[in-house]
């Protein structure tokens, strides 16, 4: 039986996205440094390229900061890789690790039994 033909749509897994990714890194509510690229770019590759272009923090006495303490980040920026280079570069990776289940979802999966009761009141 062949795998191609007129009658097999695209592969799933190479989506073909249009459009584009605006990827950045914020001290808060002021963003760094901002990469853009094609949908289709997967954003733990752009993790690395989002620290390394942050610039100098001038403005106080002493050695302008090249690097931040910590990075936080979403579960899309979660790689081994990632992780290692950060902690080699002494900055403290905070992100949601892939595969975790937020405290959303295990509250919805909760049975009834298992779920607190609530107190009785007086």
Do not use: F, W
Not at 27 to 49: F, K, Y
């Amino acid at each position: 039986m062949p795998k191609r033909g007129d009658a097999t749509g695209p592969s799933p897994v190479h989506r073909q996205k249009t459009g584009s990714t605006h990827h950045l890194i914020c001290d808060g509510s002021t963003p760094l440094h901002v990469i853009t690229t094609a949908a289709d770019v997967n954003d733990i590759a752009q993790t690395l390229a989002l620290v390394d272009g942050i610039p100098r923090v001038a403005g106080r006495p002493g050695r302008p900061r090249r690097r931040p303490e910590s990075i936080l980040g979403d579960k899309a920026y979660d790689s081994g890789v990632a992780r290692r280079e950060l902690r080699t570069r002494r900055i403290m990776p905070v992100m949601s690790r892939k595969g975790a289940r937020t405290s959303r979802a295990r509250a919805n999966s909760a049975t009834p039994s298992s779920r607190p009761s609530p107190s009785p009141t007086s």
